[in-house]
């Protein structure tokens, strides 16, 4: 079941061990920045914690920096990729390694203050998982469209009732996170977490954070190989939950005969992507905007 809630203060700490994954590409010159800044807040936020880099290959110097800072405090770990494996594979390294009762993860790129963490721990107890989202998203116009483009494309072919799908702030009850099979190997990992949590039945919360426009660096989520890559993996999932994946518990949809339900995902499906697919192939003849 999906709840959504405002946010508020902080009134507990977080009920156990926190793990934070940070997922790094070449993010040499934001990393160290967001490391110090979650050694500094999450003592008052957690009783115990543990911060996960996971540097992606990076080309930039990230690795050699990752573990420079893990230098810094026993509550550091790096897990180094031989070569740029994606988003999502980042992550799910991360959670593999994790050891808390709880999963954090969030960008390494400065738009994220790992103190509004504050503002998801109130609704910790009653869900299996607060997904944050941005109050007011701080980007480049063209990536704003992106997003609008993906969040819209996602919940018609998924029926995601999240408003804000990809944000990278969120915290996992880690048993169920743990649980779940991952294959998204991209940026399209959030929505495939989404979808199998509401498929086992989580209780999902939503709150509110704070969005930061990106200090310095190249951001990657604009770039044409990461949405081909992620419309190659919505294609593979849309097939995968419809007909080798079915639900735990059948939701209204899936009361319909097999045949009208494919034939409603196969409409969508179809209409949808080829609206993606037109609208990005659009938009990246526009001058970028930064």
Not at 63 to 79: E, F, K, M, N, Y
Not at 135 to 141: C, G, L, S, T, V
Not at 184 to 199: D, M, V, W
Request: aromatic share 8%; hydrophobic share 45%; glycine share 8%.
């Amino acid at each position: 079941m999906n709840a959504t809630l405002p946010a508020q203060a902080a009134t507990v700490r977080v009920p156990g061990k926190l793990s934070v994954v940070l997922p790094a590409y070449n993010e040499a010159l934001n990393l160290e920045g967001v490391v110090r800044r979650a050694l500094e807040v999450l003592p008052s936020l957690a009783p115990e914690f543990e911060l996960i880099i996971v540097d992606d290959g990076s080309t930039d110097g990230t690795g050699p920096l990752a573990d420079h800072l893990a230098q810094l405090s026993p509550t550091i770990r790096v897990i180094h990729h031989e070569r740029n494996r994606g988003y999502g594979a980042a992550l799910t390294s991360g959670f593999q390694a994790a050891t808390g009762d709880f999963i954090m993860f969030m960008d390494a790129d400065q738009q994220f203050d790992p103190a509004d963490l504050a503002q998801l721990l109130p609704f910790l107890h009653d869900a299996d998982l607060v997904a944050g989202y941005r109050i007011k998203r701080r980007d480049p116009r063209i990536r704003l469209i992106y997003a609008w483009i993906f969040n819209r494309a996602m919940r018609l072919l998924f029926g995601i009732p999240v408003r804000d799908i990809d944000c990278a702030f969120k915290v996992w009850r880690a048993e169920l996170l743990k649980a779940l099979e991952i294959t998204s190997k991209g940026a399209l990992i959030n929505t495939e977490l989404l979808i199998k949590a509401r498929r086992a039945g989580a209780r999902i919360v939503e709150a509110g954070v704070n969005h930061y426009p990106r200090p310095t660096g190249e951001p990657t989520g604009g770039n044409p190989k990461v949405i081909l890559r992620a419309m190659r993996e919505t294609i593979r999932l849309w097939w995968r939950m419809l007909f080798y994946e079915p639900p735990a518990v059948p939701t209204r949809g899936q009361a319909l005969p097999r045949y009208a339900l494919w034939m409603r995902s196969a409409v969508l499906g179809t209409v949808g992507l080829a609206a993606l697919g037109a609208l990005i192939e659009g938009l990246r003849r526009i001058p970028r905007q930064e």
